[in-house]
C-alpha cells in the first residue's frame, strides 16, 4: 500500500479556538501543578478532567472486564465488543497519563469510540503505574496483555490472526515497544497518538514553543522521574529512547498522529520519520490546531473525535 511521504516541515495554524478558551479557563481557576498532587490525587483529578471533557461514549456491543495473570499478579483488561456478528478484529489498548496516572476509566470513553468507529473488538490493558511500579513493569505489563490477547482472541470472539495495537502518549511507547518484542505476523497495524519518544531531558523545539498547553516541562520531568527513577542509563534504553536506540524494522505498518501545539510534535514527527526510514509503511496524520490530550476533549472541541475516527478507519482499512 502507498501512503504520502512525511512532510519534513509540519503545517501550522492557530489553536482551535474552543482549545485556547478551555486552556485560558483552565489557568485562570489556578489549580496546583498536577506534579505537586500525591499520584492518588493526581489519577483522580484526571479521571474527572476524561469524564466531564468527554462526549457521551458511543453505543457499542458490550463490555467485560477480563483477569490474567501477568508478569507480577494478575492484571485486569476490559474488552469491548462491537454491535454486529464476529469475528471481530482485535485492537490491543494501551492508555497514556505519562506512565503515573491512567487507567481503564481514563480511556472507557475512547475505547468505546475506537470499537464503534473500527468495527473492532478493543482491548484495553490496565498495566502497572508508576512509581509504585518503575520501569520496566509498564512495558513488561503491555508485552503479557498482547501474548494474551494473541493467544486468546478467539475466545473473546476476536480473530487471532487480524490483531492490532495502539496507544496515546505514554501508551503509544508502550504499544510500539510491545509490538517490537512480540513481533508477531498477527500484528498487522500500529496505532500510535502523540507518541513519548524521548526523555525532557533533550527537549525538541515544540517544548518551550508550547509550554502550558496542556502539557508543562514540570509535568513531564515528574512522570519521567517517577518512571525511570534512580536506574541508571533508564532514559537511554531501547524500550524507553525510541529516536536513539533499538531497531523499528520489525514494526507493523504504522499511524502517528502529532498535535501542533503539543510538546511532543516534534519527537512524534522525528519517530514517524524514523520509523519510515527504517523501511515500515508508516501514515503521518498532523492536527495542527490541536494539543496534546485531545482525545480527551471532545466535548470542547470536535479535533480529538476526529483523530479517532481517522485512526479507526485507518485501522479497519489495514486489519
Known sequence: MTTPAIPTVLETAPMDPALAGFLAQAAAQGNPPLESLPPAIARQVYRELADT????????????????????????????????????????????????????????????????????????????????HPFPAAPDDVEAALRWVLANAAALGGDAGRIAVAGDSAGAQLALVASRRVNAKAVRALGLVYPVAQHPSQPSASYPEN????????????????????????????????????????????WVATMGHDPLRDEGHALALRVASAGVEVTHRHYPEAIHACIHFTAVSPVGLRVMTELAQWLRARV
Open 53 to 132: 471533557l468527554g462526549l457521551p461514549a458511543p453505543a457499542i456491543g458490550k463490555v467485560k472486564d477480563i483477569s490474567f495473570p501477568g508478569p507480577d499478579g494478575p492484571l485486569r483488561l476490559r474488552a469491548y465488543s462491537p454491535d454486529a456478528a464476529g469475528p471481530w478484529p482485535v485492537l490491543l489498548y494501551a492508555h497514556g497519563g505519562g506512565f503515573v496516572i491512567g487507567d481503564l476509566e481514563t480511556h472507557d470513553k475512547v475505547c468505546r469510540t475506537l470499537c464503534h468507529h473500527s468495527g473492532m473488538l478493543v482491548v484495553a490493558v490496565d498495566y502497572r503505574m508508576a512509581p509504585e
Open 211 to 254: 509550554e502550558g498547553k496542556f502539557l508543562t516541562m514540570g509535568v513531564m520531568q515528574w512522570f519521567m522521574a517517577s518512571y525511570l527513577g534512580q536506574q541508571a542509563d533508564a532514559d537511554k534504553h531501547p524500550d524507553f529512547a525510541l529516536l536513539d536506540s533499538g531497531s523499528l524494522a520489525s514494526l507493523p505498518a504504522t
